[in-house]
């Protein structure tokens, strides 16, 4: 069974529904080849797509994805890299650091990709995001890096993550092309983009946002809040209802539903979460099943 694909915006790339998320891609302990047989099993699954940024694993995680491509060059075409950028925290491998920060300096924006490129393997990104906004961010820098990048083919296309609405439409304002995606947190226990705007926005310019940590980092299933049990109690009963296979499916379905053809990112390296996660977009909750899991969340019924 093979996923869709959405086009992001109107220029924008073709992306896979789902995300290959290797954020803790060290933490998975695999070899360069056990890493190449994951991401072949992702592309036979149809997820093409592959997400990173620069300090993932401190700075290790592209390097290891990049030594797996290695192996079999040609998956290269097979695949769309994303990458962000933005970031510089405070990491044992960075003594010269004594705080987490931001830097969206052209400077920084453009040595990050170099990283980028370097580790992956690869003379391009499909895509680059600006990891956090920056409260020192120069839109106007920020947009020169970008289309210096444009102009050397060292970028295709460009994108934030985390960023409101009124963050995205400054950015924009100072580019000549579209800036493609948000990538933005969205779980039932994390519902604020569907209330602070962010959605509303990137549906108003049909943005497809990508979403991370759909699971909440597992705190769905593991939290003993009130707000975490009320889920569960919800998702049990609806995974009944639907026959779905775990609540996984149910989170997943129901961030589908959401009408700007979110794109969710799969953080797990076990293939198996893929196959079972990917069958979600064949799962579909009535409207009282969707505000079910609204209301559980929220601990209160809508108005």
């Known amino acids: 069974m093979t996923v869709s694909r959405i086009k992001l915006g109107s220029q924008g790339p073709e992306f896979s529904r789902f995300v290959a998320g290797f954020w803790r891609a060290l933490d998975w302990n695999k070899s360069d080849q056990d890493m190449l047989t994951f991401i072949e099993q992702n592309i036979e699954l149809g997820i093409t797509t592959m997400d990173h940024a620069d300090i993932y694993g401190q700075y290790q995680c592209e390097a290891a994805f990049g030594r797996a491509l290695k192996l079999n060059p040609e998956l290269r075409s097979k695949i769309e890299l994303v990458s962000k950028c933005g970031i510089k ?148 009963r609806i995974s009944k209802e639907l026959g779905a296979d775990n609540m996984d499916q149910v989170i997943y379905a129901w961030l589908l539903a959401l009408p700007v053809q979110v794109l969710p990112i799969i953080g797990s390296g076990r293939i198996e979460r893929s196959r079972t996660t990917v069958l979600s977009e064949h799962i579909k909750l009535d409207r009282q099943q969707w505000f079910s899991i609204w209301q559980a969340s929220m601990g209160h019924s809508v108005p």
């Open 89 to 236: 925290p405070a990491f044992d491998c960075t003594p010269d650091r004594y705080v987490n920060h931001y830097d969206t300096t052209m400077q920084h924006i453009l040595y990050s990709v170099e990283q980028s490129l370097q580790n992956l393997g690869t003379e391009q990104l499909d895509l680059l995001l600006i990891h956090r906004p920056d409260p020192l961010m120069n839109a106007d820098e920020v947009a020169e890096a970008f289309a210096k990048l444009q102009q050397s083919g060292k970028v295709k296309h460009f994108g934030v993550s985390n960023f409101s609405a009124s963050q995205f439409s400054l950015l924009q304002s100072r580019l000549d092309f579209e800036l493609v995606t948000n990538q933005i947190e969205i779980s039932p226990l994390n519902m604020q983009s569907l209330h602070d705007g962010s959605l509303d926005y990137c549906q108003q310019h049909n943005i497809a946002p990508m979403a991370w940590s759909c699971l909440a980092g597992g705190d769905i299933f593991t939290a003993q809040t009130e707000q975490a049990i009320r889920l569960r109690e919800v998702l049990v």
